[in-house]
């Protein structure tokens, strides 16, 4: 069996993270290492996706999930606008491969776009 994620231990609650919404699909926390006034990790809480690609092919409909999530941290913790990104690959960024999406709000992002 693979060895389990970073993320899959925060959704089995064997290590701590700040949760700011749950349901029954998706699990998102504050980023331990935030790249913005808030960064958000928003994360399928099933270990069947390594990254979008996989998840867009798999379950589209859980990939809108996550997007709809974002949306509604955006909403409820910034202004509403926001970033997402979704590393894909190691030479992208990625380090857990486990997919998730960052999303990035505040202040700071009208100063450095992409
Ligand atoms: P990636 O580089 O794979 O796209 O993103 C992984 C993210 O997970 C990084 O931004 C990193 O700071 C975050 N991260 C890694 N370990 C932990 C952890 O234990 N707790 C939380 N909250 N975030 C983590």
Sequence with gaps: MAEQTIFER??????PAEIVLEDDELIAFTD???KAEMHVLVVP?????RDVVELAAGDPDLLASMVRAAR???LE???GDF???F???ASAGQTVFHVHAHVLAGADL???SL
């Design 77 to 79: 913790r910034a202004a």
């Design 32 to 34: 331990i290492a935030p």
């Design 83 to 85: 970033r997402l990104i």
């Design 10 to 15: 925060i959704v089995a609650r064997e290590i």
């Design 87 to 89: 590393n894909s690959g």
């Design 45 to 49: 809480k099933t270990s069947a996706y």
């Design 72 to 74: 509604a941290i955006a």
């Design 110 to 112: 009208t100063e450095e």
